[in-house]
């Protein structure tokens, strides 16, 4: 980023950088050197902890050079703007809005950016000469994937879902068939989790469970509810209950209400919850329903399938994919339209599948970073960088190595995604806006950044980063001013791929969603450059008490450096202005229509999502 805006024909058109001339060029000769080792230095900064520093050091001063060039070229769009007339124009659109704050003095302006400059410049050369020490080696150009393998996408993924629909539809049968034969027995509830490492395609395996025609026509409520890290019985029972029930007495009575005397068949997908009181009380209202009533969970953990199963001996482990069977996601993904043939090849396979460690994910990821290989020497090397998966690493050696295989660009795209709570439904039109607003997108002679962004977003998909891509119907949020019904794509992360962004961000990113997140971060104080919070559903008085003992506190010292604020629900007046280097602000309308006088100060800010 930092690289193409040194050299915006914008700077040198507005000559906003007169006498700055020689700490650009200097930009200009040091980038490109950074720029051939990144991918090397970001694969030792995993491992190596002085490597790990260094790279720190280099976003930071990154981010700053970034905010630099940003100013300047706001000062050269402002002029622009004034000599085409429109910075009178009123009733233009926000973005114009923007050129309307008043001139700096240039002098003023060219001397306080101009130490700025000076000093990102000093650091990023200091950065450069220190590399030297650290042995790193140029990376080779990655090869693009071609246009008629990117067609047949949507063909591949449905042929992942039924090779792996094959390969588990006698561990399916067997579950179906412990439901329905739970009808003549004379327990009034069956709990049984579906237990195993991540990866392995739990979810999935009890989605066939759920979609089967015998189990839909069997059962009179099917409910699914992502239950992930925070167990809280009033979330899931709002949940299923499907309601936005804030007393959390009353939701457990309607829960009751709904569920009694029908049979039904729930699904708590990705539990983590050792609290046996906590399931206990939910238990308890679950035991209202009908005769033969059943709930499935998922959960990695054994220990948690032992609290939660009722009914039957032990919990489900779910088997390993196949050799078999992973071979041949392997090879749906790795080739498009020809299977070659040949012993070498043959022995390679073996050895991917080896590495999969019976995991569809592992074997997808694979499989799509293997597609973009062009020939046997990079399988093979590709091969080298990847590791056995055992049972403490799992498979995030592999999924870790998909990643650093990423272009850059994309690496960015995808990592900011640490953003979202896990199991959280991202709109990917936002998302895509974000990106452009980051600048995490480069500019495609021809194409809009939107289409840049959509791509960018099916390749991510295409090698697994993203799954469960789907369109929908919904309506505007209740304190939004539109109520109206909206189409809109959106997805989710699995939760091992959303390890790996948060890996990589690491305390870049403030996810507040509830009371567990506020005290880890008030016990470890971050400095995050992008923060999210939702609490829809609590009470008034903890959202206040919320705000007030994080978000100030969180923010306080750091203003300069947030660049992401995203609200999802309740909104706490802020002095938005005061965030001089934020770029992309997420609030609910009416929150909107009264911070919309502030924004137009933020000179960064170029996406407000209402």
Same mark, same amino acid.
């Given at each position: 980023?930092?690289?193409?805006?040194?050299?915006?024909?914008?700077?040198?058109?507005?000559?906003?950088?007169?006498?700055?001339?020689?700490?650009?060029?200097?930009?200009?000769?040091?980038?490109?050197?950074?720029?051939?080792?990144?991918?090397?230095?970001?694969?030792?900064?995993?491992?190596?902890?002085?490597?790990?520093?260094?790279?720190?050091?280099?976003?930071?001063?990154?981010?700053?050079?970034?905010?630099?060039?940003?100013?300047?070229?706001?000062?050269?769009?402002? +002029? *622009?703007?004034? #000599? =085409?007339?429109?910075? /009178?124009? %009123?009733?233009?659109?926000?973005?114009?809005?923007?050129? &309307?704050?008043?001139?700096?003095?240039?002098?003023?302006?060219?001397?306080?950016?101009?130490?700025?400059?000076?000093?990102?410049?000093?650091?990023?050369?200091?950065?450069?000469?220190?590399?030297?020490?650290?042995?790193?080696?140029?990376?080779?150009?990655?090869?693009?994937?071609?246009?008629?393998?990117?067609?047949?996408?949507?063909?591949?993924?449905?042929?992942?879902?039924?090779?792996?629909?094959?390969? +588990? *539809?006698?561990? #399916? =049968?067997?579950?179906? /068939?412990? %439901?329905?034969?739970?009808?003549?027995?004379?327990?009034? &509830?069956?709990?049984?989790?579906?237990?195993?490492?991540?990866?392995?395609?739990?979810?999935?395996?009890?989605?066939?469970?759920?979609?089967?025609?015998?189990?839909?026509?069997?059962?009179?409520?099917?409910?699914?509810?992502?239950?992930?890290?925070?167990?809280?019985?009033?979330?899931?029972?709002?949940?299923?209950?499907?309601?936005?029930?804030?007393?959390?007495?009353?939701?457990?009575?309607?829960?009751?209400?709904?569920?009694?005397? =029908?049979?039904?068949?729930?699904? %708590?997908?990705?539990?983590?919850?050792?609290?046996?009181?906590?399931?206990?009380?939910?238990?308890?209202?679950?035991?209202?329903?009908?005769?033969?009533?059943?709930?499935?969970?998922?959960?990695?953990?054994?220990?948690?399938?032992?609290?939660?199963?009722?009914?039957?001996?032990?919990?489900?482990?779910?088997?390993?994919?196949?050799?078999?069977?992973?071979?041949?996601?392997?090879?749906?993904?790795?080739?498009?339209?020809?299977?070659?043939?040949?012993?070498?090849?043959?022995?390679?396979?073996?050895?991917?599948?080896?590495?999969?460690?019976?995991?569809?994910?592992?074997?997808?990821?694979?499989?799509?970073?293997?597609?973009?290989?062009?020939?046997?020497?990079?399988?093979?090397?590709?091969?080298?960088?990847?590791?056995?998966?055992?049972?403490?690493?799992?498979?995030?050696?592999?999924?870790?190595?998909?990643?650093?295989?990423?272009?850059?660009?994309?690496?960015?795209?995808?990592?900011?995604?640490?953003?979202?709570?896990?199991?959280?439904?991202?709109?990917?039109?936002?998302?895509?806006?974000?990106?452009?607003?980051?600048?995490?997108?480069?500019?495609?002679?021809?194409?809009?950044?939107?289409?840049?962004?959509?791509?960018?977003?099916?390749?991510?998909?295409?090698?697994?980063?993203?799954?469960?891509?789907?369109?929908?119907?919904?309506?505007?949020?209740?304190?939004?001013?539109?109520?109206?019904?909206?189409?809109?794509?959106?997805?989710?992360?699995?939760?091992?791929?959303?390890?790996?962004?948060?890996?990589?961000?690491?305390?870049?990113?403030?996810?507040?969603?509830?009371?567990?997140?506020?005290?880890?971060?008030?016990?470890?104080?971050?400095?995050?450059?992008?923060?999210?919070?939702?609490?829809?559903?609590?009470?008034?008085?903890?959202?206040?008490?919320?705000?007030?003992?994080?978000?100030?506190?969180?923010?306080?010292?750091?203003?300069?450096?947030?660049?992401?604020?995203?609200?999802?629900?309740?909104?706490?007046?802020?002095?938005?202005?005061?965030?001089?280097?934020?770029?992309?602000?997420?609030?609910?309308?009416?929150?909107?229509?009264?911070?919309?006088?502030?924004?137009?100060?933020?000179?960064?800010?170029?996406?407000?999502?209402?």
């Amino acid at each position: 980023m930092v690289k193409e805006k040194a050299s915006s024909y914008l700077l040198e058109q507005y000559k906003v950088m007169q006498g700055m001339e020689e700490q650009r060029e200097k930009l200009e000769r040091n980038l490109p050197a950074i720029l051939n080792i990144i991918q090397d230095a970001e694969e030792k900064g995993a491992s190596q902890n002085d490597v790990a520093t260094w790279l720190i050091h280099l976003k930071k001063a990154a981010f700053e050079a970034n905010d630099v060039f940003d100013e300047f070229k706001y000062e050269a769009l402002r +002029r *622009d703007a004034k #000599k =085409k007339g429109h910075h /009178r124009k %009123l009733g233009k659109a926000a973005a114009t809005a923007r050129f &309307l704050v008043p001139a700096r003095n240039p002098i003023v302006l060219r001397y306080r950016m101009g130490k700025k400059l000076s000093r990102t410049v000093q650091t990023i050369e200091d950065l450069v000469a220190e590399m030297d020490k650290f042995n790193f080696s140029r990376h080779l150009q990655q090869a693009q994937p071609s246009r008629q393998w990117r067609q047949t996408d949507s063909i591949i993924i449905d042929s992942d879902r039924d090779i792996v629909s094959r390969s +588990r *539809d006698q561990e #399916k =049968k067997k579950i179906v /068939r412990m %439901l329905l034969d739970q009808t003549s027995s004379d327990m009034d &509830l069956m709990v049984l989790p579906i237990v195993g490492p991540g990866g392995m395609g739990k979810t999935t395996f009890v989605q066939l469970i759920y979609n089967d025609p015998a189990i839909r026509k069997h059962f009179e409520l099917q409910r699914w509810c992502c239950v992930s890290d925070d167990f809280d019985v009033h979330t899931i029972a709002s949940n299923i209950c499907e309601s936005s029930e804030k007393d959390r007495e009353k939701t457990l009575r309607d829960l009751q209400d709904i569920i009694s005397g =029908k049979r039904y068949l729930i699904v %708590l997908d990705d539990v983590w919850n050792r609290d046996a009181d906590k399931w206990g009380k939910l238990k308890t209202c679950l035991r209202q329903g009908g005769k033969g009533s059943a709930v499935l969970t998922t959960t990695r953990d054994s220990k948690v399938a032992e609290i939660m199963v009722t009914g039957v001996d032990e919990a489900h482990s779910i088997e390993k994919l196949s050799e078999v069977h992973l071979r041949e996601i392997v090879q749906s993904r790795a080739f498009s339209l020809q299977n070659p043939n040949s012993d070498e090849l043959d022995c390679i396979f073996g050895r991917i599948v080896d590495r999969c460690a019976g995991s569809p994910l592992a074997a997808k990821a694979f499989g799509s970073m293997l597609s973009n290989k062009t020939s046997m020497n990079e399988w093979k090397y590709t091969l080298s960088k990847s590791s056995i998966c055992n049972e403490t690493s799992g498979i995030l050696p592999i999924l870790k190595l998909s990643f650093d295989d990423l272009p850059s660009h994309m690496k960015q795209c995808f990592a900011f995604c640490a953003l979202f709570p896990k199991d959280y439904e991202i709109n990917v039109d936002l998302l895509i806006n974000l990106w452009m607003a980051h600048d995490f997108i480069p500019a495609q002679d021809g194409d809009q950044p939107e289409t840049v962004g959509a791509q960018i977003f099916n390749e991510l998909t295409w090698r697994s980063f993203f799954q469960d891509v789907k369109q929908t119907f919904s309506h505007g949020h209740p304190l939004s001013e539109s109520l109206s019904l909206r189409k809109r794509t959106i997805c989710k992360i699995h939760d091992l791929m959303h390890d790996i962004a948060l890996s990589v961000m690491g305390k870049e990113c403030a996810t507040i969603v509830g009371k567990p997140t506020v005290n880890k971060l008030l016990q470890n104080p971050t400095t995050p450059r992008h923060v999210f919070m939702s609490v829809y559903g609590a009470s008034v008085v903890f959202k206040k008490r919320l705000i007030i003992s994080s978000l100030d506190h969180l923010l306080k010292k750091q203003t300069a450096m947030l660049q992401t604020l995203f609200f999802t629900d309740y909104y706490h007046r802020l002095d938005i202005s005061q965030y001089t280097s934020l770029r992309a602000l997420h609030l609910l309308g009416t929150a909107y229509t009264e911070q919309k006088h502030l924004t137009g100060q933020i000179q960064h800010l170029s996406f407000q999502w209402t």
